[in-house]
């Protein structure tokens, strides 16, 4: 029968596991509701299934013991991290009507190898409230409306692989979550859903999502992210306070590559491909920096309602931003389009083949130090309608027509040296600084 030894593992397992008590179970299929008490140590040896006798209960609940090489099938729950520290080794969890692993407020949970499968709709693999979850090398599988939950409390996940959920990681109401080397794959809506709260995320990489990553009201620390064939856009913030280190996103929706609405935005060494409507679209926002961003391919998209995005490189809507290092090559739509009373300060701006020129202040104030401009179809310097652009440095390539204003509306332009492109033609709003237009 054996005596719960490792030698001698039990054939039979009590529905309570006493504290202090360390109990090992051979293979087979287990059915009730299970206890482990604090300190208390079950491991499985072969194929070792613990089946949910009562749908409405949880499978194992845990109040602080440790459980290794163990499958839980069915209940409510399978495992419920109630109290107490829990540990979990080599864990699979499948069949559950509510939550594959649940941790209690107060309760913390650490789980390393744990495996956790959709069987049924409508169903989470992860959930913590107010608790506190470490996992490494958790991977979650199937329909799950969300494969990690975490709401108040800490997190920190290394390793997490998610395939096919709703949405891969939520994080809300305050909580605060690390996120190590994630992978998300072929979900419904966002990879990473962050609402009031805050995330570090380093090494993540999404495809075919919806979002990569969105966040509203929220803390986003982002480094290394990687997101390929979003169905809407790579990175979505609303009122956030973004911070994005490192990054390529590509083959975008219609949301382009980085969308920013209000709050406060940090880039650095951003790159988008082949995205549609914009590349990078800021509106709204008090402080926006952008370092080191290189956009290419971005073409115009259709809104379904008659009107059209562009296909802007930069697109900068009532915004004070600062921009250095940035290039944009071939894009439907501008390189750098300010709108709507945007404050724009540029250091270093390079624009290749764009179609409709390299900057457009559109009732906006652009100034830039470092400005070069080569191929496209229209100026190098648009201003429709009382915008002002001031160019220390203007560099163009080819035939490029310098400058297009419209005067008679209040455009305004300062250049100071000009090297290449056809001449400038004088006008009331076009002058020179420092000696320029020579």
Same mark, same amino acid.
């Given at each position: ?28 299929? *287990?059915?009730?509701? *299970? ?15 613990? #089946? ?44 559950? =009507? ?22 049924? !709709? ?16 958790? %991977? ?13 409390? /800490? ?5 997490? !692989? ?42 993540? %990489?999404? /495809? ?11 803390? +986003?620390? +982002? ?12 990175? %979505? ?23 920013? %609405? ?15 409507? *914009? ?15 290189? @956009?290419? =391919?971005?073409?115009?998209? &259709? ?11 930069? /697109? ?19 390189? /750098? ?17 764009? !179609? ?6 559109? =009732?906006? &104030? ?32 080819? &035939?490029?027509?310098? #400058? ?19 001449? @400038?033609? !004088? &006008?009331?709003?076009? =002058?020179? @600084? ?5």
């Amino acid at each position: 029968m054996g005596d719960g030894t490792a030698e001698r593992p039990l054939q039979q397992l009590p529905q309570q596991l006493s504290a202090g008590l360390s109990v090992h179970v051979s293979s087979g299929l *287990y059915e009730g509701s *299970y206890v482990l008490e604090a300190g208390a140590q079950l491991v499985g040896h072969g194929q070792v299934v613990l #089946v949910g006798a009562d749908a409405d209960a949880g499978v194992l609940t845990s109040l602080g013991g440790t459980l290794e090489n163990i499958a839980l099938q069915g209940g409510r729950v399978g495992l419920v991290a109630e109290q107490g520290h829990t540990r979990a080794h080599g864990l699979t969890v499948s069949g559950h =009507r509510a939550f594959g692993v649940d941790v209690a407020p107060g309760a913390a949970l650490w789980l390393e190898g744990v495996a956790v499968e959709a069987t049924l !709709r409508n169903t989470t693999g992860v959930r913590s409230v107010g608790g506190s979850l470490e996992a490494q090398g958790l %991977s979650t599988k199937g329909g799950f409306d969300r494969a990690v939950d975490v709401s108040g409390g /800490l997190a920190r996940l290394v390793g997490l !692989r998610v395939e096919g959920a709703g949405v891969g990681l939520r994080v809300r109401d305050g909580a605060r979550v690390e996120l190590v080397d994630a992978g998300f794959t072929l979900g419904r809506g966002a990879a990473v859903f962050v609402v009031n709260a805050e995330l570090d995320a380093r090494g993540v %990489s999404v /495809l075919g999502n919806e979002f990569g990553v969105l966040g509203v009201d929220a803390g +986003l620390t +982002l480094q290394d992210l990687s997101v390929t064939r979003p169905q809407q856009s790579g990175v %979505s913030a609303q009122d956030c306070r973004l911070t994005l280190r490192g990054g390529t996103v590509q083959q975008t929706g219609p949301l382009g590559g980085l969308t920013i %609405s209000g709050g406060t935005t940090t880039v650095d060494g951003l790159r988008v491909f082949d995205a549609n409507a *914009y590349g990078l679209l800021a509106r709204v926002s008090r402080r926006v920096v952008l370092r080191n961003v290189t @956009i290419e =391919r971005v073409r115009a998209e &259709s809104n379904g309602d008659g009107s059209s995005s562009i296909g802007d490189g930069l /697109l900068l809507r009532d915004v004070d931003a600062e921009v250095d290092g940035a290039t944009v090559r071939d894009v439907e739509g501008s390189g /750098l389009y300010a709108a709507a009373l945007a404050n724009v300060r540029v250091g270093g701006l390079t624009v290749e083949r764009a !179609r409709f020129g390299g900057i457009v202040a559109d =009732r906006a &104030s652009v100034t830039v130090q470092r400005l070069h401009v080569g191929g496209g179809g229209e100026a190098a310097i648009n201003v429709p309608e009382q915008g002002f652009v001031h160019v220390a440095e203007l560099t163009l390539a080819g &035939s490029v027509v310098p #400058v297009w204003a419209s005067c008679l509306t209040g455009a305004a332009v300062e250049l100071g040296t000009v090297d290449g492109g056809a001449p @400038i033609a !004088r &006008s009331l709003c076009v =002058r020179a @600084i420092d000696g320029g237009l020579r």
